[in-house]
């Protein structure tokens, strides 16, 4: 039987007394859903957008002629009205563009990953730091409802201890040119791990094929181990019959499923096995429980809009934002562990997550 029963999904953080001035950097895919949100987000004032294509300037110029368009990264830097960046370039970039808009005095937003090397995150969190600069990572996630419905039913500890989650995001493209499937797909799902158990995994293992680029793989299945016993499956591919957006969480309570492409994208099971004493040495007893399917309802927002206001209100406010350079730094890290597993044939590898002391 399944109930439905009402969730509140995260309210979007109160507008600024006075609008962060914004520029977006990079108008490939994710590039326009970052400026149509800027353009209605009440706490931001989109004043420009920069990128080396004519064509897609042009674009934004027709949809939303207030707003500057520009190829010169330079001249976002000299313009004292721009107070932030939202670099969305690919990942080899995002190092360099953020170090230089931070050495501007800028605040910076970078879509995932924040870098594309543990040492390279570290280096502009330190910037930032240094500065008293808001870098935020886009772990945009972190920012959904029905993820954040399972990280509520996880601290409450509805499920009980969590045993184990499958992860699987696949579908049929898109290849990326300059990154894996790990670095593309991963950053995704790592983020939605941290977040919700508070901890980085010890240790990775992974099993990837290039199937269509040769020495870019566009298949991933990944293993990881925390200390607190979880583990946790996770499969990627550009290369699949179907889009698939699904995870389950087992508990020792009660079972969760969350699929981003069902119109019902949480839905809790209370079910599971339970183990009694032995009636005699060596015997056991299994009880089996299967009961009512629990399918939440929660009220429609979008995560990127959630959080670009958190990125606003950290500006304004000084607070950390949800999606923090922390857990951006230990995404970077998992990704590097799954990069060395690869390399020695799928071998576990230690994730070094706690370096922040170490690399100087």
Known sequence: MTTLIRSTGPEPEPPSVEPVGVAVVGLGYWGPNLVRNL??????????????????????????????????????LANPAIEALVIATPVSTHHPLAAAALAAGKHVFVE?????????????????????????????????PPVNLSLDLINRRELGDIFFITMSRVNLGLHQSDVSVVWDLAPHDFSILRYWLGEVPVRASALTRSCIVPGTPDVAFIDLEFASGTIAHVELSWLAPSKLRRTAIVGSEKMLVYDDTSSEPVRIF?????????????????????????????????????ELADFCNSIRTGSEPRSSNRIGLDVVAMAEAVDRSIAENGQPV??????LAEVS
């Open 39 to 76: 353009v209605e987000l009440p706490a931001a004032e989109l004043l420009a957008v920069c990128d080396l294509n004519p064509g897609a300037l042009a674009k934004i110029a027709k949809k939303y002629p207030a707003v500057h368009v520009t190829s010169s990264f330079d001249e976002l």
């Open 112 to 144: 995932k990953p924040l870098a594309g090397s543990y040492v390279e995150a570290k280096d502009v969190i330190d910037m930032a730091e240094s500065l008293g600069l808001v870098l935020m990572p886009g772990h945009t996630f972190l920012y959904s």
């Open 270 to 306: 209370n079910s599971g096995a339970d183990l009694s004493a032995p009636g005699t040495f060596g015997e056991y007893n299994l009880t089996y429980r299967t009961g009512d399917i629990v399918s939440p309802h929660l009220e429609a927002s979008e995560p990127l809009s959630l």
């Open 350 to 355: 230690e994730v070094e997550s706690n370096r």
